[in-house]
């Protein structure tokens, strides 16, 4: 392998964005609106491009012939490495922009420094990408506002959705030496200052909206060494049907 | 001789798949013609990164240049630099407004948080008193506007730089 830390931090990557992407696909046809409906789903698909861009990327550093459709397709559960927030269930509306936002105010100051690394096709696809999360993360900020600032009982929905979810945050930030490796080798930038700026994102936006950031400081992780939430193995199972099911099939 | 002008005007007939009315030269998504080791390489480039049509443009590329007898073709798709809504050629932003679509303002949406969003002039009547209904349409590409005051509904294709 040319740069099994890049492999791996590739990974990281494409996981997350190929996990939400698959979340908002099971919108499709569900949403409160069409219009709804549609925005989760053209999302669900930059996130979706955004995956097979990074897994073939990484695909290309490991050397194996393994392609985007191979690495997002045809892993066992421990290999994924997401961050389990992207994992968890849609729930209502209120939880999937929750997650959505919590993602999305962590992805685009990441892209944004991304965009300065080194390794040209990380940049690339970073300077691609960021493009989408911006409006990303104004679709799903005004609803969190929205729904925070609306009706009594959107109030309280949308503050139990945060309430559930801000666990999964601090595992946004999780590096190990796959990171570290990088920066040694001059291909991630300094990325210390991500964990502020997402911060007085959220802290922003849920003033505006009138929602309480939980006291409780329990958080999970796990994700980033494979190890899953129950959730995961049936997301997987629907994902991976068709490739177990016909092996090489395409159309 | 075929040179990369007369490859560029054979492109011109090549449709973008989901909207018709513009060819992938009026996109923009083509980026380069060249010939590498004696076939000529098509250079394009995807509108959004999970865009649907970048299949059917390569193939319908390919079966174009077939029929104007050049066989051996190759299509190759980067990313960077990445695409740009100014990349959109001053054709085609009239044939969009033709068609009933907001050509793209020259000026991205500022209102990532908390701004009023662009003034998208109505393709019908021309008004400036519209208002978006989503920052998402019928693909990633556009959004949905209505005017406010011939009630015509429109997709917007929205600015990316």
């Given at each position: 392998m040319k740069n099994e830390a890049l492999f791996r931090y590739l990974l990281r990557l494409g996981d997350d964005s190929l996990i939400l992407g698959?979340?908002?696909?099971?919108?499709?046809?569900h949403g409160p609106i069409l219009e709804e409906d549609i925005a989760?789903?053209?999302?669900?698909?930059?996130?979706?491009?955004?995956?097979?861009?990074?897994?073939?990327?990484?695909g290309v550093i490991e050397g194996k012939d393994r392609n985007c459709?191979?690495?997002?397709?045809?892993?066992?559960?421990?290999?994924?490495?997401?961050?389990?927030?992207?994992?968890?269930?849609?729930g209502d509306f209120g939880d999937t922009m929750m997650r959505q936002f919590l993602f999305d105010a962590f992805r685009k100051p990441l892209y944004e420094r991304l965009v300065s690394s080194s390794d040209k096709q990380l940049a690339a696809i970073a300077d691609k990408s960021?493009?989408?999360t911006r409006y990303h993360l104004k679709h799903s900020s005004e609803w969190v506002i929205r729904l925070g600032d609306g009706t009594e009982e959107s109030h309280e929905r949308v503050q139990n959705s945060l309430n559930t979810l801000w666990r999964y945050t601090d595992e946004l930030f999780y590096t190990d030496e796959v990171e570290a490796q990088l920066i040694v080798d001059g291909i991630l930038p300094d990325l210390s200052g991500i964990k502020a700026e997402w911060e007085s994102t959220v802290k922003h936006v849920f003033s505006e909206a009138t929602l309480e950031i939980p006291a409780n400081n329990w958080k999970f992780d796990g994700g980033r060494k494979g190890r899953h939430s129950e959730h995961f193995g049936h997301l997987l199972s629907e994902l991976q049907y068709m490739q177990r099911a016909y092996p090489n099939m395409e159309w | 001789m075929?040179?990369?002008?007369?490859?560029?005007?054979?492109?011109?007939?090549?449709?973008?798949p989901e909207i018709p009315v513009l060819s992938v030269i009026d996109l923009g998504v083509v980026r380069d013609a060249q010939i590498v080791n004696g076939d000529w390489l098509i250079t394009i480039t995807p509108t959004y990164s999970g865009c649907p049509a970048m299949k059917t443009m390569e193939e319908d590329i390919l079966s174009k240049l077939k029929d104007k007898g050049i066989d051996s073709a190759r299509v190759e798709l980067v990313l960077a630099p990445a695409w740009s809504?100014?990349?959109?050629?001053?054709?085609g932003?009239?044939?969009?407004?033709?068609?009933?679509?907001?050509?793209?303002?020259?000026?991205?949406?500022?209102?990532?948080?908390?701004?009023e969003p662009t003034i998208v002039p109505?393709?019908?009547?021309?008004?400036?008193?519209?208002?978006m209904v989503s920052q998402f349409g019928s693909t990633a590409c556009k959004a949905l506007y209505q005017c406010n005051d011939c009630q015509e509904p429109y997709d917007y294709f929205k600015c990316l730089k």
């Open positions: 698959q979340r908002l696909a099971e919108w499709c046809g989760m789903t053209n999302i669900s698909l930059d996130f979706i491009g955004q995956a097979m861009s990074l897994l073939d990327y990484a459709d191979k690495l997002g397709l045809l892993r066992f559960e421990k290999e994924y490495v997401n961050v389990l927030l992207v994992e968890q269930p849609n960021l493009k989408e | 075929v040179n990369k002008e007369q490859i560029y005007n054979w492109l011109e007939e090549v449709s973008d809504t100014d990349w959109l050629s001053e054709n932003r009239i044939k969009l407004r033709e068609y009933g679509i907001a050509p793209p303002e020259h000026e991205i949406d500022k209102s990532v948080l908390f701004a109505c393709p019908k009547c021309h008004s400036r008193n519209t208002r």
